[in-house]
């Protein structure tokens, strides 16, 4: 079946404590991405991938980092979270960048205290 | 700016009736997609229809169609014969700067 598959789909965390979510696609998509979705904003893009060759900030990049060493993987580190990154992130993969629908990620529900 | 809005945060629709949601988008550029996407209770994000700016021919899937007029920047949804799986936040989102800019969200109850 193709999807994109994120990990975990639920994490409660500690302030300061490193996690990462990965995210894994099967479709040989070039272009993958990382969204929050907050209550009144809806989804905004943290970091954006256009091959293995080429990542880049989306609109909300700090306190993130992101790895695309192999096509299929993209997975999003949060080095030192904090409580302002309590949201639902997900990520997720196209193709190519534009024309073509975006498959999502089931999403991952992030809570730090 | 790159915005996309969305003017209703809420909607409800009785079931087997028709409901329009509305989107209008702020762009420069030319050429672009729009799409909307449902996100039922699971919180998965469904592609429900895409549209290609450079085409006049209204997009159609099934139960839902759009009413996409370019020069006025807006992209509604109308979903005909509602039913109660249709019940979703709905999220109109345009392309653009390698992203894709989503509205803030129509949350539709469709009530039996």
């Known amino acids: 079946e193709a999807q994109v598959t994120q990990n975990p789909r639920y994490l409660i965390t500690v302030t300061g404590k490193k996690l990462t979510v990965t995210c894994s696609q099967n479709?040989?998509?070039?272009?993958m991405s990382w969204y929050r979705q907050d209550p009144g904003l809806g989804l905004r893009q943290i970091y954006y991938?256009?091959?293995?060759?080429?990542?880049d900030k989306g609109d909300v990049p700090e306190g993130y980092k992101v790895s695309r060493k192999e096509k299929r993987n993209f997975p999003l580190i949060l080095e030192s979270p904090s409580p302002n990154q309590t949201s639902l992130y997900f990520c997720?993969?196209?193709?190519?960048?534009?024309?073509?629908?975006?498959?999502f990620g089931s999403g991952t529900r992030l809570t730090v205290v | 700016a790159q915005t996309v809005t969305q003017s209703q945060p809420e909607m409800s629709v009785q079931e087997a009736e028709t409901v329009t949601l509305s989107c209008t988008y702020d762009?420069?550029?030319?050429?672009?997609?729009l799409f909307w996407y449902k996100q039922p209770p699971s919180r998965q994000m469904i592609l429900v229809i895409r549209?290609?700016?450079?085409?006049?021919q209204n997009a159609t899937e099934n139960r839902f169609s759009v009413n996409f007029q370019k020069a006025a920047k807006s992209f509604s949804l109308k979903i005909s014969d509602s039913q109660l799986g249709d019940t979703a936040m709905y999220f109109c989102?345009?392309?653009?700067?390698?992203?894709?800019?989503f509205g803030t969200g129509t949350r539709l109850t469709v009530i039996p």
């Open positions: 762009t420069s550029e030319s050429n672009y997609y």
């Open positions: 479709m040989n998509h070039e272009y």
């Open positions: 549209q290609e700016a450079y085409k006049q």
């Open positions: 991938s256009m091959n293995v060759e080429v990542t």
């Open positions: 997720a993969s196209s193709l190519f960048w534009g024309n073509y629908g975006y498959t």
């Open positions: 989102a345009r392309t653009g700067a390698n992203n894709l800019f």
